[in-house]
């Protein structure tokens, strides 16, 4: 008689595997603090720049053996800046410090983040905050949490009394997203309660997941600083799509996360 099949629980095996990667994401989150409190100085863009990789160098030191020792067969992504659909298979899409520039001059909204793509749809996500000790965290169909609590998006259903969110997406921004970040600000200044503008991307979005903020948008952007958020917010109940209210993939121009009672107007809004 034949043994019957075994049946693999992917579900069971894909939880399994983001506590693993919280693990590893927290682990690089701590070397990231030990370098943390002092203002770093730098003269000139070169200085700069090698003080970014210092930060992203030491916290792929541990994320990239670890998360490959992981999922041996998955590719590989550590640009924050790149765009664009990934070839077919399992990608680690990893930011070793969300909020680098931030770090280097001693303000305290900076992340690392890992989240795993799957024929180009992210399957689980971690980010952590080394300086409160939060892990948000989600997996798709699983929900998204927070240190193990449930998170939700906000019940609100009226733009005027939201607070609201945007981002620069890279620091060399070419003229026309420029100009169109300033308008959208403007034309959200008339429509919201309250606009925020601060880097990184990231963390506004845990505060949508988390039903703090109401919305985020961005125009531009890279996958690094949309998926893990994206992910979180859709399984936390929140809307994504483009700003013009169209199905948003990581070569969308533009990008929106919303409550859903305020994503319409949201919409409407950039859209002037």
């Given at each position: 008689m034949s043994e019957p099949l075994q049946t693999i629980d992917v579900a069971a095996l894909d939880s399994d595997l983001l506590a693993q990667t919280a693990n590893a994401v927290r682990e690089a989150g701590s070397a990231l603090r030990e370098r943390f409190g002092e203002v770093v100085r730098y003269r000139n863009?070169?200085?700069?720049?090698?003080?970014?990789?210092?930060?992203?160098?030491m916290a792929l030191d541990i994320l990239r053996?670890?998360?490959?020792?992981?999922?041996?067969?998955?590719?590989?992504v550590e640009d924050e800046l790149d765009g664009g659909a990934l070839p077919p298979g399992e990608w680690w899409v990893v930011d070793p410090a969300e909020g680098n520039v931030n770090h280097l001059h001693a303000l305290p909204e900076w992340a690392v983040t890992a989240t795993?793509?799957?024929?180009?749809?992210?399957?689980?996500?971690?980010?952590?905050?080394?300086?409160?000790?939060?892990?948000?965290?989600?997996?798709?169909?699983?929900?998204?949490h927070?240190?193990?609590r449930p998170l939700n998006v906000s019940p609100t259903a009226d733009l005027g009394l939201s607070i609201v969110a945007t981002s620069q997406a890279r620091p060399d921004e070419d003229e026309k997203v420029v100009?169109?970040?300033?308008?959208?600000?403007?034309?959200?200044?008339?429509?919201?309660?309250v606009v925020r503008t601060a880097v990184p991307a990231t963390l506004h979005l845990v505060n949508v997941a988390a039903g703090r903020i109401d919305a985020f948008w961005q125009f531009a952007g890279a996958r690094a600083d949309l998926l893990?958020?994206?992910?979180?917010?859709?399984?936390?109940?929140?809307?994504?799509?483009?700003?013009?209210?169209r199905p948003w993939t990581p070569q969308s121009g533009s990008f929106l996360a919303a409550a859903p009672g305020i994503h319409a107007e949201a919409v409407a809004t950039l859209s002037r």
């Open positions: 863009r070169e200085e700069l720049m090698r003080a970014l990789a210092a930060n992203d160098g053996p670890r998360l490959t020792r992981l999922r041996p067969d998955a590719g590989w795993l793509v799957r024929d180009n749809q992210p399957v689980l996500t971690v980010v952590h905050l080394p300086l409160t000790g939060e892990t948000y965290t989600a997996l798709t169909g699983a929900g998204a927070l240190d193990g100009r169109r970040v300033g308008s959208s600000i403007t034309a959200m200044l008339f429509d919201a309660l893990p958020g994206a992910l979180l917010v859709t399984e936390a109940g929140g809307r994504i799509s483009d700003a013009e209210g």
